[in-house]
């Protein structure tokens, strides 16, 4: 059966014409899909045809298990269910640019980097492009709020789900459908530098965010298993490939772990890497500095916010533009994976 949720307009007005249909009904039902609406809900169909959508097509939006609000900031934690049964999160933050959903790609992580708790289980699938894009539907629909940018920051790695995650962000810009600009959209990866060459082709003017970490590839290895794949240099070669393509800023994840990647060396050589390769080209770039949130796990924690600040302030004497990264819903355990882990602990003790 197909899923109605990754289905453009255009394949829904195919089927439609094999039954018989006329053509205004694809437009109708887009409309009532992206709304949130169950076919037995789309009331501007005949019955008739409500019942054959039903009988026909899978229609899997996910379905909220758990909502937790921060009292800070306002910012929401969702823990959606999908049909199989598998938990992911979102989060909806709330800037003055408008509303944010953070989304999930994947149903775990494989790409096992040290300090994230969304890779401590592994893999366990990759979502559908109408579970990515049912994130951003039930979000919207649950809290009655227009979301209006987008960033690929959840559980997962994006561009290890390339061909659901392009379709999703296809989807999500329609016009005619949530039409959420590229513009408005980040996608942030480990550093799948392949990925990241064939994203550049696909002539979409998103915004790439690399998350970095560490400037050698002794410490980024160290931390991020990917780099031994892709290196630093490989990484900064596709980064240089993305702007001549697209034009678009970079923006550099750099996640401050104490006494692991915070020093005032390490500021140093992330000025120096940044400004000879990418800087090179006069592709404007932006550092966001994010200090670590701590994983029980993982036994790292995050650097203070005056170290943090003094990390900034020197990339920014050095020619390289960087903001400490506020840290929202903390009440609420909004970083990633985190809530995911919590439930799975607590099904396991059979609660
Ligand atoms: N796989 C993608 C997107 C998901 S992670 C990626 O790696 O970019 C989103 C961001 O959160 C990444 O920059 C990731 O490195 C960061 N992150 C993961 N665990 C973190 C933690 N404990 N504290 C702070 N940032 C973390």
Same mark, same amino acid.
């Given at each position: 059966?197909?899923?109605?949720?990754?289905?453009?307009?255009?394949?829904?007005?195919?089927?439609?014409?094999?039954? &018989?249909?006329?053509?205004?009904?694809?437009?109708?039902?887009?409309?009532?899909?992206?709304?949130?609406?169950?076919?037995?809900?789309?009331?501007?169909?005949?019955?008739?045809?409500?019942?054959?959508?039903?009988?026909?097509?899978?229609?899997?939006?996910?379905?909220?298990?758990?909502?937790?609000?921060?009292?800070?900031? &306002?910012?929401?934690?969702?823990?959606?269910?999908?049909?199989?049964?598998?938990?992911?999160?979102?989060?909806?933050?709330?800037?003055?640019?408008?509303?944010?959903?953070?989304?999930?790609?994947?149903?775990?992580?494989?790409?096992?980097?040290?300090?994230?708790?969304?890779?401590?289980?592994?893999?366990?699938?990759?979502?559908?492009?109408?579970?990515?894009?049912?994130?951003?539907?039930?979000?919207?629909?649950?809290?009655?709020?227009?979301?209006?940018?987008?960033?690929?920051?959840?559980? &997962?790695?994006?561009?290890?789900?390339?061909?659901?995650?392009?379709?999703?962000?296809?989807?999500?810009?329609?016009?005619?459908?949530?039409?959420?600009?590229?513009?408005?959209?980040?996608?942030?990866?480990?550093?799948?530098?392949?990925?990241?060459?064939?994203?550049?082709?696909?002539?979409?003017?998103?915004?790439?965010?690399?998350?970095?970490?560490?400037?050698?590839?002794?410490?980024?290895?160290?931390?991020?298993?990917?780099?031994?794949?892709?290196?630093?240099?490989?990484?900064?070669?596709?980064?240089?490939?993305?702007?001549?393509?697209?034009?678009?800023?970079?923006?550099?994840?750099?996640?401050?772990?104490?006494?692991?990647?915070?020093?005032?060396?390490?500021?140093?050589?992330?000025?120096?890497?940044?400004?000879?390769?990418?800087?090179?080209?006069?592709?404007?770039?932006?550092?966001?500095?994010?200090?670590?949130?701590?994983?029980?796990?993982?036994?790292?924690?995050?650097?203070?916010?005056?170290?943090?600040?003094?990390?900034?302030?020197?990339?920014?004497?050095?020619?390289?533009?960087?903001?400490?990264?506020?840290?929202?819903?903390?009440?609420?355990?909004?970083?990633?994976?985190?809530?995911?882990?919590?439930?799975?602990?607590?099904?396991?003790?059979?609660?």
């Amino acid at each position: 059966m197909q899923d109605l949720l990754a289905l453009f307009p255009e394949e829904i007005g195919a089927i439609m014409r094999e039954w &018989g249909e006329p053509s205004f009904r694809a437009a109708q039902i887009f409309r009532h899909v992206t709304a949130g609406d169950r076919p037995s809900a789309m009331t501007t169909l005949p019955k008739a045809l409500r019942t054959r959508i039903e009988n026909e097509f899978s229609w899997r939006l996910p379905s909220v298990e758990e909502k937790l609000s921060s009292r800070i900031d &306002g910012t929401v934690k969702y823990l959606f269910r999908l049909f199989d049964g598998e938990c992911v999160e979102s989060v909806l933050m709330r800037y003055h640019h408008g509303n944010t959903l953070c989304v999930s790609s994947q149903v775990g992580c494989r790409m096992g980097c040290r300090f994230c708790a969304s890779t401590l289980g592994g893999r366990v699938r990759d979502l559908y492009a109408s579970e990515i894009l049912g994130q951003v539907i039930a979000a919207t629909r649950e809290s009655g709020e227009r979301i209006s940018h987008i960033v690929m920051m959840g559980i &997962g790695e994006p561009l290890d789900n390339y061909d659901n995650v392009l379709r999703f962000l296809r989807l999500v810009n329609r016009p005619d459908g949530l039409s959420i600009g590229y513009r408005h959209i980040s996608l942030s990866t480990c550093g799948l530098a392949d990925g990241i060459r064939r994203l550049a082709e696909e002539n979409l003017p998103i915004t790439l965010s690399i998350s970095l970490h560490a400037a050698t590839d002794e410490k980024r290895s160290a931390i991020m298993p990917v780099n031994r794949r892709y290196p630093i240099a490989e990484l900064m070669d596709a980064c240089r490939a993305y702007y001549r393509a697209t034009g678009r800023r970079i923006s550099f994840e750099y996640t401050l772990i104490a006494g692991q990647n915070d020093s005032a060396e390490d500021a140093a050589t992330l000025a120096a890497l940044l400004r000879r390769t990418v800087g090179a080209e006069d592709a404007p770039i932006h550092v966001n500095l994010i200090r670590a949130n701590r994983v029980e796990e993982t036994g790292f924690s995050g650097t203070g916010v005056a170290e943090a600040n003094a990390f900034a302030a020197r990339l920014t004497s050095l020619g390289i533009t960087a903001t400490v990264r506020r840290r929202l819903g903390s009440d609420v355990n909004a970083a990633c994976g985190q809530l995911r882990r919590s439930r799975q602990r607590r099904e396991e003790a059979g609660q």
